[in-house]
């Protein structure tokens, strides 16, 4: 049995990226709460294995050579589980390529923006129509990409990969996003991914994991 992966993690969508791939592997991890809320994330010991205080991240013991191993940011974390245990990750180059594209396209794209719409929408000190305004739009014009894109496959690059995992977290939550029952009603293909997602046990138990705990 390998020694357990610590997976440094809050309940939120770049911390379940990281619990639904260990549930889909099935590989043995330890739960190591940071709660963001309390500011664990600036924690010396964190920032060691994280020094851009945000989780995840993880510690695998058994790294490359049979060394520890710490790796920060959520799309990294991915692409090293992905290879370490050969699942949802292809070998072959031109099939990875695509994973990469779209595991890429969330992390520099959806993520980034979904966030930013949140704040605005939920958390900004001040009324910003304008900011409010261009993140939900963006979002909206995120989600219309990725719709086009599932018209002829069940998943983002064909195969379920780390590219939907990474994707999913961000996507189901588009409500706090600024977007509308009507705008998703728009998204067809988009609409029945998220419910193919979610009919995954392994996409529940991962988005289960510590929700007691927010
Ligand atoms: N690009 C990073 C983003 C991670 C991130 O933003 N994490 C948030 C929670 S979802 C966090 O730790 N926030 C703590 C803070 O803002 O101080 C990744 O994908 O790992």
């Known amino acids: 049995m390998p020694a357990p992966i610590e997976v440094h993690y809050w309940p939120t969508p770049n ?9 889909e592997a099935g590989l043995p991890y330890q739960i190591r709460f940071v709660n ?14 994280a020094p851009n205080n945000r989780m995840p991240a993880i510690v695998d013991p058994d790294g490359p050579g049979g060394e ?21 990750y292809p070998s072959d180059e031109r099939a990875r390529a695509e994973v990469d594209q779209w595991l890429f396209w969330q992390m520099g794209g959806v993520g980034p923006m979904a966030g930013q719409a949140q704040h605005f929408l939920q958390y900004a000190r001040e009324d910003l129509p304008y900011a409010k305004q261009r993140y939900t739009d963006e979002v909206n014009r995120l989600y219309g990409v990725l719709n086009k894109r599932l018209a002829d496959r069940d998943y983002v690059a ?3 990969s780390i590219a939907d995992m990474a994707i999913w977290p961000w996507a189901q939550g588009w409500v706090r996003q600024g977007q509308t029952e ?12 998220l419910e193919r997602m979610w009919a995954r046990p392994a996409v529940q138990r991962g988005k289960a994991v510590g929700k007691e705990e927010r």
Not at 36 to 49: H, R, S, T, V, Y
Not at 68 to 88: D, H, M, V
């Open 182 to 193: 009507e705008d998703i009603e728009a998204l067809p293909h988009f609409k029945a991914w």
């Open 158 to 160: 064909g195969d379920y």
């Open 15 to 23: 911390g379940w990226k990281i619990s639904i791939f260990m549930e």
């Open 68 to 88: 520890p191993i710490s790796i920060f940011e959520s799309g990294a974390i991915l692409q090293y589980l992905g290879r370490k245990t050969g699942q949802f």
């Open 36 to 49: 963001i809320g309390a500011g664990d994330q600036f924690e010396p010991e964190f920032l060691k294995i």
